[in-house]
């Protein structure tokens, strides 16, 4: 394994010795241009740094105003990117309604999830743009559809052992999506009819997978509580193509991403580095399934 160190005053990272304004990072995430979200338990901070002057600016909402409940705190959110607007923030938080914000952080829409019988279902735990459509994936021990276009809210149903759904996603080169659970379930589904085509049991219960736009048929799958991350063939998914090792011996979720073209993978770590796996054999669009990974560890000096 390679290491190697890299400047971290253009790196915004998470962990629990690491605070922002004294407040502790939850999560970070690119926004536009040089702007980044930083989410902790109650709050949204819009960071925005000029690298080449050295200044910045910072805009924030904190949840404990009229629009939220003091005592509540965001489980997730996502970026909607739009090529001819600013993005939007999608925002799931314990007893609200799925907020949408605005670049100014501004609220400009809210859904309150409900289903045919008018029964309101809060808290959910996971929330997802579905980037390739107009739609937004949210749920828990149900899912829920939100149309962007439409305004509109669509309920689905699932049996009450698939409970605990914890993240979703989608290609556009499959008619089909796929929902992680917390209950070792992997879910897949019809794009069309949203009904049940397959379920797959998991070692571990399931809290990030990302399908691979540049790998046809390949997805990754990271799971709590657990010290690996797997890749699949999502044709063959009776046994992982690989296993990549991580330390994430914890039922925190702990994502991992990929570069923009998939070539390497970054996960994040409890011994406090960051783990790098890139694919040996570079982006492949064929039947070949098989990789072989260059594992590198980039420390940042920090201790979780």
Same mark, same amino acid.
């Given at each position: @394994?390679?290491?190697?160190?890299?400047?971290?005053?253009?790196?915004?990272?998470?962990?629990?010795?690491?605070?922002?304004?004294?407040?502790?990072?939850?999560?970070?995430?690119? =926004?536009?241009?040089?702007?980044?979200?930083?989410?902790?338990?109650?709050?949204?901070? %819009?960071?925005?740094?000029?690298?080449?002057?050295?200044?910045?600016?910072?805009?924030?909402?904190?949840?404990?105003?009229?629009?939220?409940?003091?005592?509540?705190?965001?489980?997730?959110?996502?970026?909607?990117?739009?090529?001819?607007?600013?993005?939007?923030?999608?925002?799931?938080?314990?007893? &609200?309604?799925?907020?949408?914000?605005? $670049?100014?952080?501004?609220?400009?829409?809210?859904?309150?999830?409900?289903? %045919?019988?008018?029964?309101?279902?809060?808290?959910? /735990?996971?929330?997802?743009?579905?980037?390739?459509?107009?739609?937004?994936?949210?749920?828990?021990? =149900?899912?829920?559809?939100?149309?962007?276009?439409?305004? %509109?809210?669509?309920?689905?149903?699932?049996?009450?052992?698939?409970?605990?759904?914890?993240?979703?996603?989608?290609?556009?080169?499959?008619?089909?999506?796929?929902?992680?659970?917390?209950?070792? &379930?992997?879910?897949?589904?019809?794009?069309? /009819?949203?009904?049940?085509?397959?379920?797959?049991?998991?070692?571990?219960?399931?809290?990030?997978?990302?399908?691979?736009?540049?790998?046809?048929?390949? @997805?990754?799958?990271? $799971?709590?509580?657990?010290? #690996?991350?797997?890749?699949?063939?999502?044709?063959? @998914?009776?046994?992982?193509?690989?296993?990549?090792?991580?330390?994430?011996?914890?039922?925190?979720?702990?994502? =991992?991403?990929?570069?923009?073209?998939?070539?390497?993978?970054?996960?994040?770590?409890?011994?406090?580095?960051?783990? %790098? #796996?890139?694919?040996?054999?570079?982006?492949?669009?064929? !039947?070949?399934?098989?990789?072989? =990974?260059?594992?590198?560890?980039? !420390?940042?000096?920090?201790?979780?």
């Amino acid at each position: @394994m390679i290491n190697k160190n890299i400047d971290a005053n253009k790196c915004l990272f998470s962990s629990v010795n690491s605070n922002f304004n004294n407040k502790y990072i939850q999560s970070s995430k690119f =926004f536009i241009n040089n702007s980044f979200l930083i989410i902790n338990e109650k709050s949204i901070i %819009k960071y925005n740094y000029d690298y080449n002057n050295q200044k910045n600016e910072i805009e924030s909402v904190n949840l404990s105003n009229n629009e939220f409940k003091e005592q509540d705190f965001i489980y997730d959110y996502d970026i909607i990117q739009n090529n001819s607007k600013k993005p939007f923030i999608c925002l799931c938080s314990k007893d &609200n309604p799925i907020r949408i914000l605005n $670049y100014d952080l501004s609220i400009v829409k809210s859904f309150s999830l409900e289903n %045919k019988i008018k029964e309101q279902f809060l808290s959910s /735990t996971f929330i997802k743009y579905e980037e390739y459509g107009i739609n937004i994936y949210t749920g828990k021990n =149900f899912l829920s559809k939100i149309d962007l276009i439409k305004q %509109k809210e669509i309920f689905i149903k699932f049996n009450k052992n698939y409970n605990y759904l914890s993240c979703f996603d989608f290609n556009p080169n499959y008619s089909c999506y796929f929902l992680g659970s917390y209950s070792n &379930n992997l879910l897949m589904c019809d794009y069309k /009819t949203d009904k049940i085509i397959e379920i797959f049991q998991q070692e571990k219960s399931v809290n990030q997978i990302k399908l691979l736009n540049s790998r046809i048929y390949q @997805m990754l799958i990271g $799971y709590r509580n657990s010290d #690996y991350i797997s890749l699949f063939d999502i044709r063959k @998914m009776n046994k992982c193509v690989n296993k990549l090792e991580r330390n994430a011996l914890t039922t925190k979720k702990i994502n =991992f991403v990929l570069d923009k073209d998939e070539y390497d993978i970054y996960c994040g770590n409890l011994d406090g580095h960051i783990i %790098k #796996y890139s694919f040996n054999n570079g982006v492949n669009n064929n !039947d070949s399934y098989e990789n072989n =990974f260059i594992k590198e560890q980039i !420390d940042y000096g920090i201790n979780v």
